[in-house]
């Protein structure tokens, strides 16, 4: 059974991450508040991003990667920049970066 993983920009200008077995009726459910509580509170919501699998258990694996990710990773994914993706995966804090003074 197809599986899809997808990216919602709620009203709020925050990004929702989940999968499903039928993006109509999850997208409808969202939208008239019967999706995530999440999503409830932060109405109209924009579909942004969407990716379809042959399985929906590797839609939902995929879901709980792209939930780990930073908002700028997201953006790449949803934007196509695939390129980014890897950069966006290094961490960005000061201590991690060789030969920089940590404050």
């Known amino acids: 059974m197809k599986g899809y993983l997808y990216i919602i920009e709620c009203s709020d ?12 009726q999850r997208l409808w459910q969202h939208q008239n508040g019967q999706g995530a509580n999440y999503t409830k509170k932060r109405r109209p919501v924009k579909l942004v991003f969407l990716e379809e699998f042959d399985r929906v258990d ?10 780990g990710w930073s908002r700028k990773k997201k953006q790449a994914l949803i934007k196509g920049d695939y390129n980014k993706l890897s950069d966006l995966s290094v961490c960005q804090n000061k201590s991690h970066f060789k030969n920089t003074p940590v404050d």
């Open 58 to 67: 590797t839609a939902f694996e995929k879901e709980k990667q792209v939930q």
């Open 13 to 24: 200008n925050t990004y929702y991450t989940g999968s499903t077995k039928n993006i109509e």
